[in-house]
Every structure is written in structure tokens, then in C-alpha cells.
Nanobody, 122 residues
Framework: QVQLVESGGGLVQAGGSMRLSCSAS????????MGWFRQARGKEREFVAA????????YYVDSVEGRFTVSRDNAKATVYLQMSSLKPEDTAVYYC???????????????WGQGTQVTVSS
């Protein structure tokens, strides 16, 4: 059983930057693909970014491509989401997830964190 804990959320002005972290415990971190998802109020949870087990690649939803960067440190069992040029529409609860298959489908991820709120003010 893998436990995931996100941190780094908060309030930021539009155009600013923020880095989210997700620390894992209870499993072999390097054996999981990792994903970031977000859920805005009243909307469904959506894919943001994913990174494969070895960190040799990344995949983003179009709306964050070029602004967000996902990375991981397997030695620290941590995945990061560096967000820049933030927009009010990026406001959401951000979740990290661990799964066996690298991709954008929520169903591919078995373990989820509790989420961290990111609020971007205009």
C-alpha cells in the first residue's frame, strides 16, 4: 500500500509560480508511474501531467504545456510539479497519483493523495 502526501499549495497571483511536491511511502516508488490531476470546484477531476517510472519523459494536458514541468526524484520518493505563468483557471485541488501505467487515464492510477489547494488570484 502506497501513501501519498502532497504539499506546496496555497495562494498565488496570476503570472506567479508555485511548486507542488508529493512524497510517497509504503511501497517501491520507482516501480510506479506518477501523475498529477486537478479538480476545480464543480468540475470533474482532470489530468494535468504524468511521468514514467524512470523519469525519462513527461506528458501534459494541452492547457499546461510549456507552463508546468513534472519531475521526480526516486531516491527521495518524491514527485514534483513546477507551475509557472499561473492563471486563475489553474485554481483547483491538485492530486498526485501512483499507478502501473504511464498515461492520462484516472483509471490507470491505484493510489491517490489527499490533494492540496492551489488558488490563483487575478
Amino acid at each position: 500500500q502506497v501513501q501519498l502526501v502532497e504539499s506546496g499549495g496555497g495562494l498565488v497571483q496570476a503570472g506567479g509560480s508555485m511548486r507542488l511536491s508529493c512524497s510517497a511511502s509504503g511501497g517501491t516508488f520507482s516501480s510506479y508511474a506518477m501523475g498529477w490531476f486537478r479538480q476545480a470546484r464543480g468540475k470533474e477531476r482532470e489530468f494535468v501531467a504524468a511521468i514514467p517510472k524512470k523519469g525519462d519523459g513527461a506528458y501534459y494536458v494541452d492547457s499546461v504545456e510549456g507552463r508546468f514541468t513534472v519531475s521526480r526524484d526516486n531516491a527521495k520518493a518524491t514527485v514534483y510539479l513546477q507551475m509557472s505563468s499561473l492563471k486563475p483557471e489553474d485554481t483547483a485541488v491538485y492530486y498526485c497519483a501512483a499507478g502501473d501505467i504511464y498515461g492520462a487515464r484516472k483509471e490507470s492510477y491505484r493510489y491517490w493523495g489527499q490533494g492540496t489547494q492551489v488558488t490563483v488570484s487575478s
